[in-house]
């Protein structure tokens, strides 16, 4: 009977798998779910969410919380810094842009790190990184000294962004994927609250006091991480890789799956990995040149995974955040503790909505949420520069602009926010997913960088709604890059997102190699069973 039952539910996931109309579509044709059929009720209680999957996410999620208090912190610590050590606008835009810049080295690095010692300990190096830079901040007596500090935690910053995503994405399943994968998104945007709650408690301080403080106390919730290092294991899939297939299958096991699952989970991942029993199927290519040089279904993973990134934050975001004090000021908001009392407004709404990107998204789809969060975007930007531009000064403007950038924050929480990096982590194939995910990784701070080095200088040059209507042609752009190029990832495996992106001919010779694949797990299962 054991057997019995194992050959059914096997035979019932090839069916789910191949019985399509039509099994040769391309990537323009992902709209359709007849190739891709939805999970079963079999597959949805194998991927049932358990405990540990959960554990996990929250502990890989720490680093986020350090990495959002810094975003949140310097939006108000910036004005204190800048009355303390009298530093010059320009020096202010070094100081909060030179974090995104300097990103991009551990982004670089971090692929190949993460390939080499493994994802779980790039995590504990990233960590290492955010807390000594915070640290060395905290502790500052002069610019030269948070520059420093600024630098440590920008390369902590890449290596973070980059990690926590695709560590989360390996270990989730199927069908609970864009939710678990979120949670980094989630933390970040509590950091940015609690950074924004911090400047208001303790800007009645001394002001060669509170910025320091303010710095210092983030360090703490990001100590857990090392509590953290003990109880989580190293991601399945890399493990495949480094050919250790028993620790994997170790992992998976403890997650709760039966062992019939996990054979088929393996499976799947040494076929991903090029290194299953049909090795000699899968041509051995330089990574980098596969990335550099690569065909048309690498491309089109390249196109979505680092244009995503791209609009991420080419629309504002980081504007927002670090220089919300700003824009408000120019609004009409002029006493600080004012200016800091509307900036926790301002990431209530981008933590309260982020949660509802977290629970939505794998009920309604990555691309739904991207709709409305780029349309909304686009909408709110446009109403914020018609109000600054048109309205001058007064509390009907103050009030307009509170609630435009209250809308766009949350907006974007619902969409780029959270599913930019669900999706980067979704769309590249297992040996390109680390240094695929660490050149995404690159765009997004070098974009990041940019628009937090420039807005003073645009503002000062277009004004403040000037700079507001740039980004929100931007925003445009966005949602038509979301309609024409993103695909629908949602339920869909890591190992058969790939197809999306494949031709006819190239769509159609995977098919024929999961066949095979299938074949030897019915092998597999007959000996289980037996």
């Known amino acids: 009977m054991a057997l019995t039952s194992a050959l059914e539910n096997t035979n019932a996931r090839m069916a789910v798998t191949f019985g399509g109309k039509n099994n040769t579509k ?92 493994g994802r779980k300990w790039t995590l504990a190096l990233a960590a290492i990184l955010l807390q000594l830079g915070s640290t060395t901040m905290a502790v500052a007596t002069s610019f030269q000294i948070l520059i420093l500090g600024r630098l440590l935690s920008g390369v902590g910053m890449g290596l973070a962004v980059m990690i926590a995503p695709m560590y989360i994405a390996e270990i989730s399943p199927a069908d609970a994927r864009g939710l678990l994968t979120s949670f980094p998104e989630v933390f970040v945007n509590v950091g940015i609250l609690l950074g924004y709650v911090s400047n208001y408690a303790f800007s009645g301080l001394s002001v060669h006091l509170n910025w320091k403080i303010m710095l210092g106390v983030g360090i703490l919730p990001s100590l857990f991480i090392w509590f953290a290092l003990f109880i989580i294991p190293e991601s399945p899939r890399w493990l495949v890789m480094q ?21 088929e989970r393996l499976m799947e991942i040494q076929q991903a990995a090029g290194i299953s029993d049909d090795v000699d199927k899968y ?50 908001i002029e006493n600080n503790s004012k200016l800091l009392a509307v900036t926790v407004a301002v990431g209530v709404s981008k933590a309260a909505f982020v949660w509802v990107s977290t629970f939505l998204t794998d009920k309604l789809g990555r691309k739904p949420l991207l709709y409305v969060c780029t349309i ?22 103050i009030a307009l602009a509170i609630l435009c950038v209250c809308s766009y924050v949350a907006f974007f929480s619902l969409g780029l926010g959270p599913l930019c990096s669900v999706v980067t982590s979704e769309v590249f ?20 960088a940019f628009v937090a080095m420039s ?15 740039i980004y929100a042609a931007l925003s445009v752009l966005s949602v038509l890059f979301v309609h024409t190029l993103v695909p629908e990832t949602k339920g869909k495996s890591l190992e058969h997102v790939k197809l999306l992106f494949q031709d006819q001919t190239d769509c159609h010779g ?14 597999k299962v007959i000996v289980i069973g037996a």
């Open 455 to 469: 807005f003073l200088s645009l503002a000062q040059k277009v004004t403040v709604s000037g700079t507001f209507f």
């Open 429 to 448: 194939p297992l040996r390109l997913r680390a240094q695929a995910s660490a050149l995404a990784a690159v765009v997004n701070r070098l974009c990041s």
């Open 510 to 523: 995977s098919k024929m190699e999961r066949g095979d694949s299938s074949e030897h797990l019915v092998q």
């Open 26 to 117: 391309s990537m323009e044709s992902e709209h359709s779910e007849d190739f891709y059929e939805p999970l079963t009720e079999h597959q949805g209680q194998r991927s049932r969410i358990s405990k540990k999957y959960v554990v996990y996410t929250i502990f890989v999620s720490l680093n986020q919380l350090l990495l959002g208090y810094n975003v949140g912190l310097m939006s108000g610590a910036i004005i204190f810094i800048q009355e303390d050590l009298k530093i010059t606008d320009v020096q202010q835009e070094i100081l909060v842009g030179i974090f995104g810049f300097v990103s991009l080295l551990g982004s670089v690095v971090g692929g190949k790190t993460s390939d080499l010692i």
């Open 376 to 397: 909304g975007m686009t909408l709110s930007l446009s109403t914020m520069g018609f109000t600054l531009a048109l309205l001058g000064k007064g509390q009907v403007v």
């Open 283 to 332: 041509a051995e290519r330089s990574v980098l040149r596969e990335l550099l040089i690569p065909s048309t279904s690498v491309r089109r993973m390249l196109v979505v995974g680092l244009g995503i990134q791209a609009f991420q934050q080419v629309t504002g975001i980081d504007a927002v955040m670090y220089y919300s004090p700003e824009i408000f000021k120019d609004a009409g």
């Open 243 to 263: 050919n250790r297939v028993e620790e994997s299958r170790s992992v998976l096991l403890k997650t709760g799956e039966n062992e019939a699952d996990v054979e």
